[in-house]
């Protein structure tokens, strides 16, 4: 079978690069790897076929630097782009120019980027297709008058979110009338200064919900399948720390109903390549809050859960493959979960950038690590503190547990702190192990309650 593509640039670095680049050289595609001069000796640099320096360290200048990275793209000979996750991946304005540049960007198409990015028009759309939504204000609120009076009317407390926004930022929660202006206005400022655009709108604050996400794929011609949820309620500043698949409490009838609305919506609006839907899950009821039109960091649950390579069917379908099977032919075996382990002191949750002198990664059945680590490697301090994504897969959630455990004992990076004991802790935690946990749990239980 002749190759998909004739070279694939990954637009990425670390885990997520090599994680590409992996599924790419089964594929029998060649990659070439991009690089800031402070990742000049980094794994995904070392593993390459190709490599191109694009810039100095800042991600502005390398990694977000959309005319280097496309023509790191054309004096190579790639023919696709893979944006991996963060930096450009959800930048429809990259995405229209890798595609006027006669490449194909591994994702989906620039309008459905543009849609889903802004949340207020992701509500929309979603509300239309039959998608139930967390009640809030019907598009921006462009006052603090309007904003008093739609949180009045749908009962406090609110949460004032930025159209724009992402990674938690441009978010605030009101608790009462006399909160509202400061949630406004402090709203307002941090998305203008993150992402240059300060449209909100208001949410009701759903006071003990689970986060749980849906991830599909689709070829843009009819065929769309879920594969199941993730929960990632465990989160820190609205930030995931550990995933699982599937849901704790959710039942085999309540993912195939989840699945079955979203996957029409999609159809619908004829989406391709992967994507993944977040819900907020509380009583019994699914609201949609937001999209992801990308790879996200947490897929490998769901890989290991289903037993599919979905960077592989992300390039597939990008070469214009038809997905090939439909939903009853995807399975659900076992339970999957996933730690975030960063270089971060884990009490505190300062960046710890620097020199790992010795690392020994954990193995056996079951277990998977996606890392670009290795000893005598330095840890920027330029970019996300994610280093390591430790994820373990078993027939039962009380045996994952187990295993997560002995792994995570296993685990060492020396050098630097790291998260890894505040994730031993966590999963030792009785109340981790019920299921039974809320968005909330994880600061309750690092304030010690
Ligand atoms: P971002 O794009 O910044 O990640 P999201 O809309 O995905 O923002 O929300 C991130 C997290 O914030 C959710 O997983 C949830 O924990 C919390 N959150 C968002 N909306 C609400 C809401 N209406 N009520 C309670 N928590 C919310």
Redesign the pocket.
């Known amino acids: 079978m002749a190759a998909l593509f004739h070279k694939v640039l990954i637009a990425n670095r670390g885990e997520i690069a090599l994680r590409v680049q992996r599924a790419c050289r089964e594929m029998g595609i060649p990659t070439v790897a991009v690089h800031s001069t402070a990742d000049g000796e980094a794994m995904h640099v070392r593993l390459a076929d190709e490599s191109v320096c694009i810039g100095p360290p800042p991600a502005r200048d390398s990694y977000l630097n959309a005319a280097a990275i496309l023509s790191a793209a054309i004096i190579t000979g790639a023919d696709a782009i893979h944006p991996g996750y963060g930096f450009l991946s959800e930048n429809a304005e990259f995405a229209d120019m890798v595609e006027a540049h006669g490449l194909t960007f591994i994702g989906p198409t620039a309008a459905h980027i543009r849609m889903m990015g802004d ?1 207020i028009a992701a509500k929309a759309a979603m509300a239309e297709l039959g998608v139930p939504l ?1 009640p809030g204000s019907d598009g921006e609120v462009a006052s603090i008058e309007d904003a008093r009076r739609i949180a009045a009317q749908i009962g406090y407390p609110v ?1 004032v ?1 930025a159209a724009a ?5 441009g ?1 605030k929660v009101a608790q009462d009338a006399d909160g509202l202006e400061e949630a406004w206005r402090v709203a307002r400022t941090e998305a203008r200064a993150a992402f240059g655009n300060d449209a909100v709108y208001v ?4 006071d003990r ?1 689970r ?1 749980v996400e849906l991830q599909v794929l689709a070829d843009g011609a009819g065929g769309v399948v879920h594969f199941g949820e993730r929960d ?1 309620s465990l ?1 820190r500043r ?1 930030q995931k720390l550990l995933e699982e698949a599937g849901c704790p409490v959710l039942s085999a009838e309540q993912r195939a109903r989840l699945g079955e609305t979203a996957t029409a919506a999609l159809r619908q609006l004829g989406y391709r390549n992967a994507g993944t839907l ?1 819900f ?1 899950y509380q009583d019994g009821q699914f609201a949609f ?2 999209m992801n039109t990308r790879l996200q960091v947490e897929h490998p649950v769901t890989e290991m859960l289903c037993g599919v390579d979905l960077v592989r069917e992300q390039i597939r379908l990008a070469a214009g493959e038809p997905l090939g099977y439909g939903q009853a032919e995807i399975g659900f075996t076992g339970h999957a979960i996933e730690c975030r382990i960063t270089a971060e002191d884990p009490e505190t949750f300062a960046p710890t950038p620097g020199m790992v002198t010795a690392y020994h990664a954990p193995g056996g059945l079951g277990v998977r690590v996606d890392s670009a680590l290795y000893a005598g490697y330095r840890v920027p301090p330029y970019y996300d503190s994610m280093v390591a994504k430790l994820i373990v897969h078993a027939p039962t959630r009380a045996q994952a547990i187990a295993r997560l455990e002995r792994s995570l004992a296993e685990f060492a990076v020396v050098g630097i702190k790291t998260t890894l004991p505040l994730h031993q802790r966590i999963v030792a935690a009785p109340s981790f192990q019920s299921g039974e946990y809320d ?1 909330h749990w994880l600061e309750r239980f690092m304030a010690g309650e």
């Not at 926004?165 to 930022?169: A, Q, V």
């Open positions: 949340k967390v949460l979110k926004g992402g990674g938690g930022r978010m949410e009701k604050y759903l919900p986060h990632c989160q609205h977040e907020l809050i937001e968005i």
